[in-house]
């Protein structure tokens, strides 16, 4: 089991970046595919990067390609979104979430979910 944490959310102006950072307890990150969402009232939950085991692999929803990245580092537990060039749709909460399957990440159906951190990018 692993429990997640989302931090470094905030208002930021379009054009500007922030780095989301998602931290997970246990001792067992790196068996873990890890992944971002985001949520918006009225939408469906988007699927924006998946980053595997490793951190070897990575993918991405074309809504976000080029702009943002995926990383993590296992040593600290942590996985981390840099997100550039926001814009304004880019306002949401911010998720990310685990699971031991890459096809489950991908698929938005992860077992292990954070609590979401908002993002606001204004005009």
């Known amino acids: 089991q692993v429990q997640l944490v989302e931090s470094g959310g905030g208002l930021v102006q379009a054009g500007g970046s922030l780095r989301l950072s998602c931290a997970a307890s246990?001792?067992?990150?790196?068996?873990?595919?890890m992944g971002w969402f985001r949520h918006t009232p009225g939408k469906e939950r988007e699927f924006l990067a998946e980053?595997?085991?490793?951190?070897?692999?990575?993918y991405y929803a074309d809504s976000v390609k080029g702009r943002f990245s995926v990383s993590r580092d296992n040593a600290k537990n942590t996985v981390y979104l840099q997100m550039n060039s926001l814009k304004p749709e880019d306002t949401a909460v911010y998720y990310c979430?685990?699971?031991?399957?890459?096809?489950?990440?991908?698929?938005?159906?992860?077992?292990?979910w954070g609590q979401g951190t908002q993002v606001t990018v204004s005009s």
């Open positions: 979430a685990a699971d031991h399957s890459v096809t489950m990440v991908v698929s938005g159906k992860p077992g292990y």
């Open positions: 246990g001792r067992t990150f790196s068996s873990y595919a």
């Open positions: 980053i595997s085991r490793s951190g070897g692999t990575t």
